[in-house]
């Protein structure tokens, strides 16, 4: 209570709160119920030094079949706060805190509430008597000869569901505004389809049944009251509409029948207030509206993306989950890339309350559209940005998924590599550098492989690449990048050519094991064509061959034959012919024979 003993001309009157707005919303069988006690022992107008309890206790007493959906918590008092309570013992630390300030002339008066969730608590204590304990204000209580103000109270919003219950929308508001003189609360969020047993539930502070100046409480400009607990013209007077009690000492948990204030269609709701001597607080407001209608939401799921394709398959689930009635199939369904559209689908079935359909689209985004782009998903939208549906939020259609479509790293192409014939094409290649000259990022992976399956599914890497023994030329070695999220393949050839051939020009023809004929390295596998011939040094041809004959051993096989088939010691002169279009040229040159 605040009673003012002198109106204070000289200065100004003005108070500030917290706007009351809306905190949660409830859709389907759902009602409420307020349970709550003050902790004045007696009514505060004209009894300014009464002092204010710590505790008191109210009794909750739903039906057996009402099942407990939230249990919010509320207290008040005068002062700047006392936020650690007990309940039922448990303790209990405010979770959201509300403050309002009045002046009179220079004399400062504050108040405040408090809010915790204690769902879980009532949930397991069930019907039965709450105590709210160690809530003092005793400090905090101010007596002056122009005001004074001593009160405290608690009280908890109980939302429950029944499945014996029509279709309901609950909605719970709060904050914390005052009058006087007067206030004007705008509830929003509404939706008005049935006004039949239309309902809205009051939590206020400080209201007293002996002050009654210019005192209304009107929604949509009409008067609520509800005799005989709330007349007209005292709506705020300590009274709990759900107990009958007209003892709930500055405290009101009060609740009015509004069918005939509100109409269908309605999406808000006025609330004003007036008072032209009573100081009252109003901490919550629930609503109850009857409400059939389905709530379609879409969420995302997975996004499958290839490499350097503009192709995704979408994953999406579309839920009716707080809503009041069923949810049409073939309800339409857009999908948009930066605000373009670029698919549609359709709802298969009815998606019942609490329910929802999972589904799956292919979408191919055009080209005009960069890599990075916002996919948003809307539920019952024909294309246009219009649904057919009424739905009892038409607020929550939308889904946004932020999507970048998969780019293969590029890369510089790699010449072939050439290293010299082993024979029969086998070759010797050092690509090592490779790993750097085919990347344009160094942040991205290379890796070598022997075929195209193995790099695109990355398996069997080589490791040796600079001492790579290929078997068989030409050959292919494929290339695979990776920028983390998708991969390129490229390829380089090995190739071998012929390099000129090694002459050992040696022999020693005594069958020791070493030097024992004329030997040229690679002829017989790489130069298999070769024609070889022997003279010696007066120019006359001893010996010829080929890839069919064995090597020179020192025996003279053409003209004339000396000391039998054994050519002497000495020089001798070779002609190599390599039959190679690369090397056009007959190779020639001497070697020593010696036995």
């Not at 309570?85 to 403050?99: I, K």
């Not at 059939?292 to 993306?305: C, E, K, S, W």
């Not at 009892?392 to 014939?421: G, H, Q, R």
């Not at 942040?443 to 040796?464: G, R, Y």
Request: with cysteine.
């Amino acid at each position: 209570m605040l009673f003012l003993c002198i109106v204070c001309l000289l200065f100004p009157r003005f108070g500030f709160g917290q706007d009351i707005s809306l905190y949660q919303q409830f859709n389907g069988r759902y009602d409420f119920l307020f349970v709550g006690n003050t902790l004045n022992p007696v009514e505060n107008s004209f009894q300014s030094t009464v002092a204010v309890n710590t505790t008191s206790s109210a009794t909750m007493a739903l039906q057996p079949t009402d099942v407990i959906e939230k249990a919010y918590l509320y207290w008040a008092g005068c002062g700047t706060g006392d936020f650690d309570v007990a309940l039922n013992g448990q303790p209990l630390t405010a979770e959201r805190t509300f403050a309002h300030t009045r002046f009179i002339g220079f004399l400062e008066l504050n108040f405040f509430s408090a809010f915790v969730d204690v769902t879980s608590q009532v949930i397991a204590t069930g019907n039965g008597n709450y105590t709210l304990s160690d809530l003092d204000v005793s400090d905090h209580i101010v007596y002056h000869s122009q005001a004074s103000t001593n009160f405290a109270g608690w009280a908890l919003i109980i939302v429950y569901k029944n499945d014996a219950l029509p279709l309901n929308q609950l909605n719970v508001y709060d904050g914390l505004q005052a009058v006087p003189t007067e206030i004007s609360i705008d509830l929003n969020s509404l939706n008005v389809i049935d006004n039949d047993g239309a309902r809205i539930g009051f939590l206020a502070w400080e209201g007293d049944s002996g002050i009654a100046v210019n005192e209304t409480l009107r929604i949509n400009g009409q008067p609520l009251s509800s005799l005989p607990l709330n007349p007209v013209n005292n709506a705020f007077n300590g009274t709990n509409s759900f107990t009958g009690s007209n003892q709930l000492y500055n405290m009101d948990l009060d609740v009015y029948n509004i069918q005939n204030f509100i109409d269908i269609g309605d999406t808000s709701a006025n609330i004003s207030l007036t008072s032209g001597q009573d100081f009252v607080m109003v901490n919550a407001i629930v609503t109850k509206l009857n409400s059939q209608l389905p709530d379609a939401t879409i969420i995302a799921g997975n996004v499958q993306r290839n490499c350097d394709s503009r192709v995704i398959v979408l994953d999406y689930m579309v839920s009716n989950t707080n809503c009041t009635d069923f949810l049409p199939a073939e309800t339409p369904i857009a999908f948009y890339a930066d605000g373009v559209l670029v698919g549609q689908a359709l709802t298969f079935n009815d998606i019942p309350i609490g329910g929802a359909e999972s589904g799956q689209i292919t979408l191919t985004i055009p080209d005009n559209i960069p890599l990075d782009f916002t996919l948003t998903l809307a539920a019952d939208d024909m294309g246009d940005g219009n649904g057919h549906v009424t739905e009892l939020v038409e607020t929550n259609n939308l889904f946004v998924v932020e999507v970048s479509l998969l780019v293969a790293p590029p890369f510089n192409e790699l010449p072939p590599l050439e290293s010299c014939n082993l024979g029969f094409t086998r070759a010797l290649f050092d690509f090592s550098s490779y790993e750097d000259l085919v990347r344009t990022d160094a942040a991205h992976t290379v890796s070598f492989h022997d075929n195209l399956a193995d790099a695109e599914n990355d398996l069997n890497p080589i490791f040796n690449t600079s001492n790579y023994l290929a078997q068989a030329t030409p050959k292919e070695i494929f290339v695979r990048i990776e920028n983390g999220s998708c991969f390129a393949v490229t390829s380089f050839m090995l190739q071998s050519k012929n390099c000129p051939p090694t002459v050992y020009n040696y022999v020693s023809a005594n069958e020791d094991g070493t030097n024992d004929s004329f030997f040229i390295d690679g002829l017989r596998d790489i130069f298999v064509n070769f024609q070889l011939e022997i003279y010696n040094r007066w120019g006359v041809l001893v010996w010829e061959g080929n890839n069919n004959t064995e090597d020179w051993r020192g025996v003279i096989t053409k003209g004339l034959r000396i000391d039998g088939n054994e050519a002497p010691d000495g020089t001798y002169f070779y002609v190599l012919d390599l039959n190679d279009p690369g090397f056009p040229e007959p190779y020639t040159g001497f070697l020593y024979l010696n036995r």
